[in-house]
């Protein structure tokens, strides 16, 4: 086994992280002020080929396989977390369906507005009605002629208020149950009768905005149908497994920011005429931190090889999501202990992270319904 990453891979890595370090993090403090992510900062990230990442290079993006764009998100997770949000909502489930599932015109059409960051992408399954159990959608879309009309409500949408294109989840026969179930590539503000709701007020991950999405006899074109009819279920919940391999990476490098600060402020603050650093009860917070980052960097470089592999990756993948970001609920928690009072303060990346690593534990599948996938396989 060979855990070193290509050299192309570690240049892009490294780059990634600076700009998020260096650009991204000098203006965290705005984007926390005006839950607004700066346009000049969208435009770094698309010189840096961060919209592009998961789409082939023929339609202008970077065309990573898994391995490397999980290394990617390892350094979007070293940054600003609502800033990473938008780019992963876009780059993973956002753009996922449409280049393993759509057809040549439809790549044309889409793809390279969507590599440049010109066009931001969503992923909406989510309704108000079910969350968890979402084989359970009501949205219905029915067709009539050549368009299809959509009827229902979306809930939680990450980037459906700058979306140029959503990836829609909706029932296409009810008698068919999960198997009735269809994609739809919907471009919200050129389709009259698609409604975005005001911006959710979050806790966390400022910058990346969510809202309803509501469909009121919206009609999208057939020729916007993506994969076939009745896709069912568990090929569009295929699109959010290659997420959470993405989630757990991102994870990875956000215990690794919240280590690496929590170092740096034991070797520099003092209490009792020396270092914090020299007392145990501080090591063994860093010692455990470390453990973590190592075991979820393991977990999300085997998944995503295994993606690559062309393997079935879906109890792995919810291994890795589960165990990465349950982890990096306790690393937050530990790198404000680590802080003390400073890791309380609005000022400190600390305490940001501490409120917005909290949501990677809930979307893409909760842990308990990670559980469920693990254990329900493990016992088919
Ligand atoms: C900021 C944000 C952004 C989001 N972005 C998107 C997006 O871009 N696209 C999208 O489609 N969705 C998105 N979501 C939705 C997200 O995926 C759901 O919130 C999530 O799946 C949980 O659904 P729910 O909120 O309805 O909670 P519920 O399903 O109501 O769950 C509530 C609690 O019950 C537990 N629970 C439910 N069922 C079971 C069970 N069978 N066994 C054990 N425990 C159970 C859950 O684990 C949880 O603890 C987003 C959510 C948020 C908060």
Redesign the pocket.
């Known amino acids: 086994m060979n855990f070193t990453l290509p050299e192309d891979l570690r240049e892009m890595q490294a780059a990634v992280r600076g700009f998020m370090l260096e650009v991204v993090e000098a203006r965290a403090r705005e984007i926390e002020d005006t839950n607004r992510v700066p346009p000049e900062l969208l435009r770094g990230a698309a010189e840096l080929g961060l919209f592009g990442l998961s789409i082939p290079e023929e339609y202008g993006g970077v065309g990573l396989g898994a391995l490397g764009r999980c290394a990617v998100y390892e350094a979007l997770g070293q940054g600003h977390m609502g800033f990473g949000g938008v780019i992963s909502?876009h780059a993973s489930?956002g753009t996922s369906g449409l280049v393993r599932l759509g057809t040549e015109e439809q790549k044309r059409r889409f793809l390279p507005r969507m590599a440049s960051g010109e066009c931001i992408a969503?992923?909406?399954?989510?309704e108000p009605s079910s969350?968890?159990?979402a084989a359970n959608i009501r949205t219905r879309a029915e067709r009539r002629g050549d368009v299809y009309v959509l009827n229902g409500t979306?809930h939680?949408?990450?980037n459906a208020p700058v979306a140029g294109l959503l990836t829609v989840i909706a029932v296409t026969d009810p008698a068919r149950g999960t198997r009735g179930m269809s994609a739809f590539l919907v471009e919200p503000g050129r389709t009259p009768g698609v409604t975005i709701g005001k911006i959710?007020e979050?806790m966390g991950?400022k910058g990346s905005l969510?809202a309803e999405v509501i469909f009121e006899d919206a009609e999208v074109p057939a020729a916007n149908l993506l994969g076939p009819e009745h896709l069912g279920y568990r090929e569009a919940l295929g699109i959010l497994t290659n997420g959470r391999v993405g989630i757990a990476a991102r994870a990875t490098g956000a215990m690794q920011r919240l280590l690496d600060l929590s170092v740096a402020h034991a070797k520099t603050r003092e209490q009792f005429g020396q270092p914090i650093a020299e007392f145990q009860a501080v090591q063994f917070m860093l010692a455990e931190m470390e453990v973590a980052i190592q075991t979820s960097r393991l977990l999300w470089q085997k998944v995503a090889w295994m993606v690559d592999e062309g393997q079935d990756v879906r109890r792995m993948a919810s291994v890795a999501k589960l165990y990465a970001t349950e982890m990096l609920s306790q690393v937050a928690d530990k790198a404000v202990q680590v802080a003390g009072g400073m890791g309380y303060m609005k000022d400190s990346p600390v305490e940001r992270y501490y409120r917005d690593q909290r949501?990677l534990r809930?979307?893409?599948?909760?842990?308990?319904?990670q559980k469920?996938i693990i254990a329900r396989d493990l016992l088919a």
Do not use: R
């Open positions: 909502a489930i969503g992923f909406a399954i989510t969350g968890s159990d979306k939680y949408i990450s959710d979050k991950q969510s949501l809930i979307y893409e599948g909760t842990s308990e319904i469920l």
